[in-house]
Structures are given as structure tokens and as C-alpha cells.
């Protein structure tokens, strides 16, 4: 069983990418989320999985959940439209670059958290921004980026862009 973990935030303003992501076993813990998160729909979080184009789904299989409720037409399109795009090109070129071993992408699948704020509207910097933020948290995933010895290194000199102002 393969279990990975990633995460990157890219960009800034409302179309600020920030992407938490899994890869693994289609058998493991990954697959029941993976399995879970297409068949379990709500309102305001449209689960999708990431196509290069319709009947084009990237391998590893990629569903892609939404980290805040889409509230209207607007934010699902830019979720179904560039930040989709974005997040299926990262996986093919992850794939193709062999971050993710072309062998493992059948054996494998992926659930990325992809968030898309409210007053968004710039649709190239939403795929821009998403792009980055998916190839980055990839490499983190696949190679255990940050280490424990980094984490801790970095730990009290940390500038959390979001903590506030205490």
C-alpha cells in the first residue's frame, strides 16, 4: 500500500491557489476516499474527477473536492473549467516528467482538495495559480517533502500568510 501527501499554496488575491492533496492505492485508505468523495455529492461540493478533456481522464485517477462551498454558477464553472484543467494538466505533466511513475498511474489514485474563493475572477490566474500549486504539492507528495528535519528547522521562523496580525 502507498500512502502520499502534499500540499502547496501558490499565488495571491482571491485567486490564490491552495491544494491538499493524496496519492495511493486504488486498496488503501486513499481509494476508500477516492471511491467515497465521487459517491458522495452535496450541494455546494460537486465533486468532479480532473479531465484533459471530456472522455481524456488523467491517470492516476484524480477526483478533485472543493475545500469551501461553491455558492452559484460562477464559482462552479471556474471550479469545472480552469482550476479542472489546471489540476489534470499537473497530474499528465507529473506523469510524463516521472514524478509519479507512468508503471504506478493504473495502481494508483489521487483526491485533491482545491480551493476556489467566492470574489474570484481572473480565470488565467486561477489556472495558472492552480497548476503550480498541484505540480508542487505532487513533488511534496512523491517525495516526502518538507522532511521532519526541515519542518523542525523552520518551525518558530514560520510566517503563516493567513495567522493574522498577533
Not at 108 to 128: M, Q, R, S, T, W
Amino acid at each position: 500500500m502507498k500512502f502520499y501527501i502534499g500540499e502547496a499554496l501558490v499565488g495571491d488575491g482571491n485567486e490564490v491557489a491552495h491544494i491538499d492533496l493524496m496519492i495511493g492505492s486504488k486498496d488503501g485508505p486513499v481509494g476508500t476516499a477516492f471511491a467515497n468523495a465521487l459517491s458522495t455529492q452535496s450541494e455546494g461540493h460537486t465533486n468532479l474527477l480532473a479531465v484533459l478533456e471530456p472522455n481524456l481522464a488523467v491517470k492516476p485517477a484524480t477526483v478533485m473536492i472543493t475545500k469551501v462551498t461553491l455558492k452559484g454558477m460562477k464559482q462552479v464553472v471556474q471550479m469545472f473549467g480552469p482550476a479542472q484543467a489546471a489540476v489534470a494538466k499537473a497530474v499528465a505533466d507529473a506523469v510524463a516528467e516521472g514524478v509519479i511513475p507512468a508503471d504506478q498511474a493504473e495502481e494508483l489514485v489521487c483526491v485533491c482538495g482545491v480551493f476556489i474563493h467566492p470574489a474570484a475572477e481572473d480565470d488565467e490566474k486561477i489556472y495558472n495559480y492552480n497548476y503550480e500549486a498541484v505540480k508542487q504539492s505532487i513533488v511534496n507528495a512523491m517525495s516526502g517533502a518538507p522532511s521532519a528535519q526541515d519542518m523542525v528547522a523552520k518551525k518558530d521562523a514560520a510566517a503563516h500568510p493567513f495567522k493574522g496580525d498577533f
